[in-house]
């Protein structure tokens, strides 16, 4: 139980498109769901909080109108990079929590997103 | 302020080897604790956690981690490493009923030699 997935593994893009990536929760409601962005070698940058059908919670210094994040249902959450620029590119990852398993992310695959 | 302190960035075992990594955190209260691995562009892979009661926690692939209040430390264990245990290990620490942020540490990679 607690599977997390990702779509797109891994995209390439030019240079101001956009790109969505999705995040599912496979076999739980997840009230809350992350994201994070992970540069080489280095840990885990929280760039925001998404709730079921509120408005995300961005970390400071984190564009949301760059970055843009929506958390339709308990199982999807969605986050389109705007107008990408090469400085996007990055491993992208998303988690998921739910109140009935006492505060535990759970993570998925993440995305490889490379903008050209 | 609630922080991850890994300080290992780098360990190399030999298989068979036990294996001892490091975590401290700073936290007013005592806060949920966790440990992930995180294989070569993949996610993270929750390897235990502890909330509460017992101070030794058993996880997933063998792994095993001390809760010490007083060290305020969160060690993973394994007392024989595989081969396949090459990865990146994060500890993470939760604040209890926020619902929100982890903070996590830097990472330790851990290489294992035949």
């Known amino acids: 139980g607690a599977v997390v997935s990702q779509h797109p593994s891994w995209v390439i893009c030019k240079s101001g498109t956009s790109v969505k990536i999705e995040c599912r929760s496979l076999?739980?409601?997840?009230?809350?769901m992350f994201w994070y962005r992970q540069f080489p070698k280095q840990s885990l940058m929280l760039m925001a909080t998404s709730n079921e059908g509120s408005k995300a919670t961005y970390e400071q210094g984190v564009e949301k109108d760059k970055f843009l994040i929506n958390h339709a249902s308990l199982t999807l959450s969605t986050l389109t990079v705007t107008s990408a620029h090469p400085e996007d590119s990055s491993f992208y990852i998303c988690?998921?929590?739910?109140?009935?398993?006492?505060?535990?992310?759970?993570f998925g695959p993440g995305t490889r997103l490379t903008v050209l | 302020a609630q922080s991850v302190t890994q300080p290992d960035i780098h360990i190399t075992v030999s298989e068979g080897a036990s294996l001892e990594l490091r975590c401290n955190y700073s936290y007013g209260a005592t806060p949920y604790l966790f440990w992930y691995v995180q294989s070569p562009g993949q996610g993270l892979q929750l390897l235990l956690k502890?909330?509460?009661?017992?101070?030794l926690v058993q996880g997933i692939k063998g792994f095993e981690a001390e809760f010490k209040r007083s060290q305020s430390s969160f060690n993973l264990r394994k007392p024989s490493v595989h081969w396949s245990d090459a990865a990146e290990y994060f500890c993470a620490v939760g604040a209890p009923n926020t619902g929100n942020q982890f903070y996590f540490g830097t990472g330790t990679s851990l290489t294992v030699i035949p």
């Open positions: 076999d739980f409601q997840a009230t809350t």
């Open positions: 988690s998921a929590k739910t109140s009935g398993r006492a505060d535990t992310q759970y």
């Open positions: 502890y909330f509460s009661g017992d101070t």
